[in-house]
């Protein structure tokens, strides 16, 4: 791809990923407007992504992965133990969906329904997976591993996605911080340490 055509690329992202964090309802959004506000024509967004739909999942893996990488910046640098550095890696995870709701549903379900190796549930499990390691040591194979943070991920996730029927039923509110905390905790003593 040419310098111009990776400039517009960008230029289309970046227009589209400040479009969301404005809006948070992707719904909102129309190509007409990215095209206007990028300065491009609705002909290039085609060209480069084909759909709107496609655009917007993109964006939204490149938000998700950005929150992804400061989390584990911060977690490498912490002094602690590895299962704290799991929690707390854990419930900024669940405290992302709970802030991006409208962004963290569009992924989730995204990721549900056209799953592929580099989503971002796959993100998740490989930022977590040398945290794993460090919890297990040679005890477990990664391929356990990788069993057990998709369990740990998708608990949280179905936490986030079926709230008011968590809520109804355990009485446990993912949109209040102490009782999702609580909630993550539970999930990591559940999957990690019995």
Same mark, same amino acid.
């Given at each position: ?20 964090? *404005?809006?948070? +309802? ?7 407007? &990215? %095209? #206007? ?5 609705? $002909? =290039? ?35 602690? *133990?590895?299962? +704290? ?7 900024? &995870? %669940? #405290? ?5 709701? $409208? =962004? ?35 005890? *477990? ?12 991920? #998708? ?40």
């Amino acid at each position: 791809m040419s310098r111009q055509k990776s400039e517009v690329r960008e230029k289309i992202i970046d227009t589209t990923i400040q479009m969301i964090r *404005k809006y948070g +309802d992707t719904g909102m959004i129309t190509v007409r407007e &990215i %095209a #206007s506000i990028a300065g491009v024509g609705v $002909g =290039l967004i085609n060209y480069h992504f084909q759909t709107k739909e496609n655009l917007i999942n993109l964006c939204i893996m490149e938000l998700i992965g950005q929150s992804v990488s400061e989390l584990q910046s911060f977690s490498q640098n912490a002094e602690m *133990k590895a299962i +704290d550095k799991l929690s707390m890696l854990c419930k900024g &995870i %669940a #405290s992302f969906m709970a802030i991006n709701e $409208g =962004l963290s549903r569009i992924s989730i379900t995204n990721d549900l329904v056209s799953p592929n190796v580099n989503d971002n549930i796959a993100q998740l499990i490989n930022m977590l997976l040398p945290i794993a390691k460090e919890i297990f040591g040679d005890k *477990k194979y990664e391929r356990e591993l990788r069993i057990l943070l998709h369990m740990l991920i #998708s608990s949280i996730s179905v936490g986030f996605l079926r709230n008011s029927v968590i809520s109804e039923t355990f009485g446990i509110d993912f949109s209040d911080n102490e009782q999702r905390d609580n909630f993550v905790e539970y999930c990591i003593r559940i999957v990690f340490l019995n």
